[in-house]
């Protein structure tokens, strides 16, 4: 891309994955997070560093500014309330992120369209009575910010990943909607995933979940063959209903 990808999140685990693909691929990427020495211990050198709290608009607005695309990874936190909660991380942040994202009226966007935003979210999001809605109301909340997503008007992109596992991520990959079922799958293959759609016009515009299998794939994983199967999200996804 001509433009800084963004990795929100991008020290942590799955977050590092990310952009060390993005950066195989030739692609100039900032990396923001809330440790410098997180990111000295894990980060590539050709990485740009951030220090930047999703939880505080002011601090996202100038690291994003002029990025092609975003890859929000944040790791949430389990609090009921407060600074440390998923209200504040999984949707307040992401909402800091699309204000910062959105130019004001009249102010030129980095693409026709604006920039590509990819969300790491969750299976189980769209169940309210699932054991992790406990921590925090986690679930409710993921699923806000990606019903915030949805709705920003900017391209997009919703990966909700089974269990992540450290695994190769060498076996089959399945993806699917409807938020049905369960599975696991290694953070190698969300992270490609992530990286995938941002280069493909199949991956615009949908919601859809992550499992994958033990075993070797021949030729690897098809991911245009396996975007181009899933279905546009309809005008009127599901909502987050908090009581």
Known sequence: MDSPIAVIGGTG?????VTRRLL???????VLGRSPQRARRHLPSQARFFVADVRDPDAVRAPLYGCAA????VEPGTDATGPDSPEATLYGGVRHVLDA?????GAPAVASDGPHVVLVSQRHVTH???????YGRMLDWRLAGEDAVRAS?????????????DETGDGPVHLEQGDLGDGRVARAHVAEACVQAL?????????FEMRGEAGPTAGGVPWEELFHALRADAPATARAVFA
């Open 128 to 134: 309210r009575d699932h054991p992790m809605n406990a």
């Open 13 to 17: 685990r799955l977050g590092r994955l």
């Open 70 to 73: 975003v890859v929000y990874t």
């Open 199 to 207: 280069y493909s016009p199949a991956a615009r515009g949908v919601t």
């Open 24 to 30: 195989a691929r030739g692609e100039s990427v900032r």
């Open 101 to 105: 994202l959105n130019p004001p009226s």
């Open 153 to 165: 008007g900017l391209p997009y992109t919703v990966i909700r990943p089974g269990w992540l596992t």
